[in-house]
């Protein structure tokens, strides 16, 4: 009985079962001749050393099978096969035409196409491997291939010198920056072939241009990769030139296209708007006037790669005083920062972890820090204008500007990179740089980039290992890159090779944004001054943190900020250790410090909040009942009455920094903290989702706060035993739509015990109610949370506090309809719950008049709308950005919402709610509302409710004026989740005037 042929061949690394009978196949008499199917071996030595050869292929099974298509190709011909007696006896020729079939099935499915072109990978009669540096040999293209023209023969020349790169790429014949620079110079002899191409195609008689073609990007930077575009910039000597230049540069990049790879010349003035070729001249004053700080980066790179190769180092050298002052320009901090968020483009997010380009911890990520320290210290030191990465960086390395090892660790990481792009686009020839899901393909991946299975470990788990070691430390390098010497250079400590002076410190402080490099300095001296551990840990935290600040639209202020909060909880034995070793707490601190003045002054006051940062769940709003359950007892632990109350209000404090920092973190990407997973397995969001799960939380700590400020003023003002007391929440209170602004708007009510006197239940609640007030206003480190009864009837002439009877008198004699509007908002917060829900009773004929609105009332509402909009908008303001009355705002909405709702409350019970949105869904499901109208009305208030929360937290002072231009604007925005303030402030004014008209029409419909 013989032995499975697949066992003995799955030794050779050839797939078991349907696929092992395959390659019994293809190696078996019938096939290549190379197995012995009876003995289950080689069929001798020379087909042992192929099998060999076969095993050591990235896919065994794929070099296997393109190397009996090449012989079938061959046969075919009616020629002897030559491939297998030559594979014999050349071992290099079998080393690097396995390799290639192994790696590529692309190369392989040309060489079956053109089945004598393997010869060019024979060793050479000196013994040398073939040549691979990328020159175009067209005469062995034309001996190779039955095509004629020069066209098709420079495209096979082109194929016969990428076989041969790729195949000493493979063996190890060339590492990543010979294998790079071979690439590039295919691409600039072929640039240069092409050119010669379309100029013997001008027409007779006219006269040759003086043209300049100018490598950018990876080719200019001689790091090309195997398939990319080749971007260039065209150059014409003169006005002269021009006409034809343009010819020859449009016949190059169509003749390039059927050759190669497209050639894109959109990094030219203008973009693809702009001509196709300009003079020298041209492109000077363009540079000189239009140019933005990403073209300068751009041009790092040029390099001259064919045409007229004088005029292109012309143009390089007319140009290199431009790009060495780009980062004095006054746009190039805003510009950098948008290069800065472009370094992760629009990536699907199912594959952003596994871009090896754009991805976090990428490629992109250490060119851009490369390119920014280039602009950034190349002005002063030549020895950094190098176009590549890798010669960059290690200039870099040579000049100080990075430390030994972080160069070196990111070298590694960019060479490794680097090769798993290489290995993945050689496959197919295409353009890819995201990595294989498939397990089928990652096995072959890994085996393409030399991994090997170890104990306890496969070898796709060891390249899994290799790039998660390298992807976190290039993230890590990449703030610590830009920031990590500036800090060195103030340490007063022995740095490791690095030498920035003061002045270069200050330099690359100003390309990051900050107004005051100088003070800059002086902090961070300040913060790691000194060898103490303190400093240490604050050096190894603050290029971090430099990196969240920059980002900032004003990065001082985060530092300084930074400075307060180090400064008072630096001798404190957990503050840096929760910095350094808890997640994101660093990352999240710095984001709140440099937003948010609000929130960076309750951190001041209340520093050990911080540790809220640690724990999504700890940046959650607590329920309702627990906040009053808590404030409450924590006011219970106190006799004296302003004890209490201080207790309550450092709870409060407390809760308005949890939300606070959850609300500037929510839109912060990676940094947002999320609600657990739920049991079904559906999606995290953000634990303040939206503006109105903040109204509702800021509302419930106001409610809580209330409830024990005035259980503490009754222990203070007992009054008689019985009397019922309670507080109803009013305004943006009683809505449940607080604000970090928001009064607390509230009526007072009280009811006397049976039997008692009326007048001395009266004076009791009057007491309680003045006894609340004075707590609660009392001076205090806190954002204060005053007490607002001007709602109340008779408003500040009629008296504080009522019984339930004298409201019921009042709103039966005397009630108008502004305050059957205000009522519409009234619920009952703390207190006697039995005399709130009576209360509530009580108003509900008020704010919802069975019979709705009569003509007159309709008129009045309308008239006392236009009043207000004349008369308390504030001087100066502009009514289209004002949030609470300009056009589109808060007011705006919620008149046009309570109108419907007094109109109709009283016949649709589901009109009767507090909440503005809620209201307005409801008369858009009762059809009282236009369903488009409903939703610009709710897009205008939710956009402006989100402002000018944004407003309060970015400036840490209440406001309702949306700012035009400015740091403020800017804030907002970027609180906000936007980019580009200009497109967010037109996006407002669009939102506002859709929901103004909405507004209208609903006000003005017919009674």
């Not at 190696?27 to 076969?54: I, N, S």
């Not at 496959?427 to 890819?432: D, I």
């Not at 002439?797 to 205000?822: D, F, H, I, T």
Request: glycine residues 8%; proline residues 6%.
């Amino acid at each position: 009985m013989t032995r499975p042929t697949r066992g003995r061949l799955a030794r050779y690394g050839f797939a078991e079962g349907d696929g092992g009978a395959r390659a019994a196949d293809l190696l078996g008499p019938d096939g290549l001749g190379l197995w012995r199917t009876e003995e289950q071996e080689p069929a001798d030595e020379a087909a042992a050393e192929l099998l060999a050869a076969l095993s050591r292929a990235a896919d065994p099974d794929l070099a296997l099978r393109q190397l009996h298509r090449l012989v079938e190709a061959e046969r075919r011909t009616g020629e002897k096969p030559g491939v297998l007696d030559a594979l014999a006896a050349d071992p290099g020729l079998r080393r690097r035409l396995i390799a290639v079939l192994g790696a590529s099935s692309a190369l392989g499915d040309h060489l079956v196409a053109n089945p004598r072109q393997w010869t060019v990978l024979a060793t050479e009669p000196d013994g040398l491997a073939p040549r691979a540096d990328g020159r175009l040999d067209l005469a062995a293209a034309a001996r190779l291939t039955a095509a004629t023209g020069p066209i098709p023969v420079l495209r096979q020349a082109y194929r016969l010198a990428l076989l041969r790169i790729a195949a000493a790429d493979l063996t190890g014949g060339r590492g990543l920056e010979q294998t790079m620079a071979a690439l590039s110079g295919l691409a600039d002899a072929t640039l240069a072939a092409a050119y010669d191409i379309a100029v013997d195609e001008l027409p007779e008689g006219t006269p040759r241009p003086r043209l300049a073609v100018v490598a950018m990007g990876k080719c200019g930077g001689d790091e090309l990769n195997y398939v990319s575009d080749v971007d260039v910039i065209f150059v014409a000597a003169t006005d002269e030139d021009l006409a034809a230049a343009t010819q020859v540069a449009t016949r190059l990049i169509h003749v390039c296209g059927l050759v190669a790879w497209p050639v894109d010349a959109a990094l030219r003035p203008e973009g693809n708007r702009g001509p196709l070729v300009r003079t020298l001249a041209s492109h000077l004053a363009y540079y000189r006037r239009w140019a933005r700080t990403w073209e300068f980066q751009a041009l790092l790179k040029a390099r001259p790669a064919a045409g007229d190769l004088a005029l292109a180092r012309e143009w390089i050298d007319a140009l290199a005083p431009l790009v060495w002052t780009a980062a004095e320009r006054p746009e190039a901090v805003e510009d950098v920062r948008a290069m800065r968020r472009k370094i992760i483009d629009h990536i699907p997010p199912k594959e952003l972890e596994r871009e090896i380009k754009r991805g976090p911890g990428g490629l992109r990520d250490i060119e851009f820090a490369v390119q920014l320290l280039q602009l950034v210290h190349g002005r002063g030191d030549e020895s950094l204008r190098a176009p590549g990465t890798i010669p960059a960086l290690r200039a870099l390395v040579a000049g100080g500007y990075v430390g030994r090892a972080d160069g070196e660790a990111l070298l590694r990481g960019y060479r490794f990179l680097r090769g798993v792009e290489h290995r993945l686009q050689l496959q197919g020839l295409r353009r890819t740089h995201t990595v294989p899901t498939e397990p089928d393909a990652l096995r072959w991946l890994a085996a393409a980039l030399g991994h090997a299975a170890t104990p306890g470990r496969s070898a796709v788990e060891e390249f899994r290992a290799e790039w998660v070691t390298h992807a976190t430390e290039v993230r890590r390098l990449h703030a610590k890159l830009l920031y990590r010497p500036l800090l060195e250079s103030v340490a007063r400590v022995p740095a490791e090779g690095l030498r920035l002076t003061p002045e270069a410190a200050r330099h690359r402080l100003e390309i990051l944004g900050f107004a005051d490099p100088a003070g800059a300095l002086r902090h961070l001296q300040a913060l790691t001054g000194g060898v103490s551990r303190t400093a240490a840990i604050q050096r190894t935290l603050l290029p971090v943190l430099l990196s969240e600040f920059a980002d900032a639209p004003e990065p001082d202020r985060g530092l300084l900020n930074y400075r307060q909060v180090s400064d008072k909880l630096g001798s404190t034995p957990w503050y840096l250790r929760l910095l350094r070793d808890s997640g994101p707490v660093a990352r999240r601190l710095a984001r709140v410090l440099s937003s948010s003045r609000y929130t960076a002054d309750l951190l001041a006051r209340e520093p050990e909040a911080l540790r809220l940062l640690a724990e999504d769940t700890e940046l959650t709003p607590r329920p309702r009942e627990v906040l009053a359950e808590g404030f409450t007892a924590a006011a219970a632990r106190h006799a004296d009455p302003v004890e209490a109350t201080r207790a309550v209000r450092a709870l409060r404090r407390r809760e308005l920094v949890r939300l606070a920092c959850a609300d500037v973190l929510s839109r912060a990407g990676a940094l947002a903290p999320l609600t657990p997973r739920t049991a079904d397995g559906g999606g995290r969001l953000p634990t303040l989702a939206d503006v109105s799960a903040v109204g509702v939380a800021l509302s419930d700590v106001a409610d809580a706060t209330l409830a024990a400020a005035l259980r503490t003023a009754r222990a203070a003002q007992p009054g008689p035993p019985g009397l019922r007391f309670a507080v109803i929440g009013m305004g943006r209170l009683g809505g449940r739509e607080s604000n970090y602004l928001s009064d607390a708007d509230v009526l007072f009510v009280y009811d006397p015990p049976p039997g008692a006197d009326e007048r001395a239940a009266g004076a009791a609640a009057h007491a309680i109610a003045e006894e609340l007030r004075r707590l609660l206003s009392a001076p205090a480190p806190d954002p204060p949370l005053g007490v607002d009864a001007d709602l109340r009837p008779e408003g500040r002439q009629g008296p504080l506090v009522r019984s339930l009877a004298a409201y019921a008198q009042y709103y039966a004699r005397w009630s108008k309809v502004w305050e059957a509007q205000a009522l519409l908002r009234a619920r009952f917060v703390c207190g006697d719950a039995d005399l709130g829900a009576e209360f509530e009773a009580l108003v509900d004929p008020v704010r919802y008049p069975a019979d709705g609105l009569t003509r007159e009332q309709v008129v009045e509402i309308r008239r006392i709308k236009a009043r207000v909009e004349t008369e308390r908008l504030p001087r100066g303001a502009d009514p289209a950005t004002h949030t609470k009355l300009g056009r589109g705002g808060l007011a705006d909405v919620e008149w046009a919402v309570q109108l419907l709702q007094l109109r109709h409350a009283g016949r649709l019970p589901a009109l009767r709610g507090t909440r503005t949105l809620d209201a307005l869904a409801a008369a858009r499901d009762a059809g009282l509302v236009d369903p488009e109208d409903a939703a610009e009305m709710a897009a205008g208030w939710t956009l402006a409710a989100q402002v000018r929360n944004a407003l309060m937290l970015v400036r840490g002072r209440a406001g309702d004026q949306l700012p035009r231009h400015g740091v403020e604007l800017a804030g907002v925005v970027r609180l906000l989740g936007g980019d580009d303030p200009g497109e967010f402030l037109d996006e407002y004014l669009r939102a506002g005037r859709r929901s103004r008209a909405a507004m209208e029409r609903v006000l003005d419909a017919p009674a």
